[in-house]
């Protein structure tokens, strides 16, 4: 079983819709989350960093963890043709030198 | 320049050749990263340089070999490269290894192997 699990897509919406992407993760000792937004040709950028359970909005963007079921979402309100990417779910251990571990991505794209 | 910047962007090599990317980073960091991206697979982490010493090794082949001369220059080597190492490599940089310490990303170098 993958440590991070994360459905490849495509998924594609329409413009205006709301959108959830979301990850499961079999490690218990795993505290804080993240999402990565990747643009074709570009490297992953961070969205939203968060710690431990609970809801962290940031604009259209709201980042949900269920500790409890061991899953993740990134909820995207609004939205518009340029969130069209592939957004990677990461987490990490409660210590420092834990490394990030990444779901494989989910395609998102939005249509106008 | 800011950010993180790596060349060059496409890298076309035999199975003999020997060849070098690099990676620079403009923020000030301390902590420098390679990471191996493959079509549908997840980001392996390869390597991990911190204050210039590398203090993570992710059982990455020999053929791979990381150089970090100051804290703002990562270089991987490559020599006698196997198909299966196409791929998009990422570099990384940030402000220690701790929380609350995102990593920036390079564009990567897209390397094929003939």
């Known amino acids: 079983q993958k440590e991070v699990e994360q459905d490849p897509g495509p998924l594609s919406v329409p413009e205006g819709a709301i959108v959830s992407l979301n990850c499961t993760y079999s490690?218990?000792?795993?505290?804080?989350f993240m999402w990565y937004r990747q643009y074709s040709r570009k490297g992953p950028e961070l969205l939203m960093y968060t710690y431990s359970s609970g809801n962290k909005e940031d604009g259209r963007f709201t980042a949900q963890v269920d500790k409890s079921s061991k899953y993740i979402s990134l909820f995207i309100r609004d939205s518009q043709p340029s969130d069209s990417a592939t957004y990677l779910c990461?987490?990490?251990?409660?210590?420092?030198?834990?490394?990030?571990?990444f779901g494989s991505g989910t395609r998102l794209s939005i249509r106008p | 320049e800011t950010g993180v910047t790596q060349t060059p962007r496409h890298l076309v090599m035999g199975m003999t050749n020997k060849k070098s990317l690099k990676c620079e980073q403009h923020l000030g960091h301390n902590a420098m990263y390679w990471y191996k991206q493959s079509a549908k697979k997840p980001l392996e982490l390869m390597f991990v340089?911190?204050?210039?010493?590398?203090?993570e090794n992710n059982s990455v082949p020999s053929r791979f070999s990381p150089e970090c001369p100051n804290s703002s220059h990562l270089f991987l080597h490559l020599h006698t490269l196997q198909p299966e190492d196409s791929a998009l490599y990422l570099c990384a940089s940030s402000q220690g290894q701790g929380h609350n310490q995102p990593q920036h990303f390079g564009d990567g170098t897209r390397l094929s192997i003939l």
């Open positions: 990461a987490m990490q251990g409660y210590s420092s030198a834990s490394k990030i571990i």
């Open positions: 340089y911190s204050l210039e010493e590398r203090v």
């Open positions: 490690n218990s000792a795993f505290q804080y």
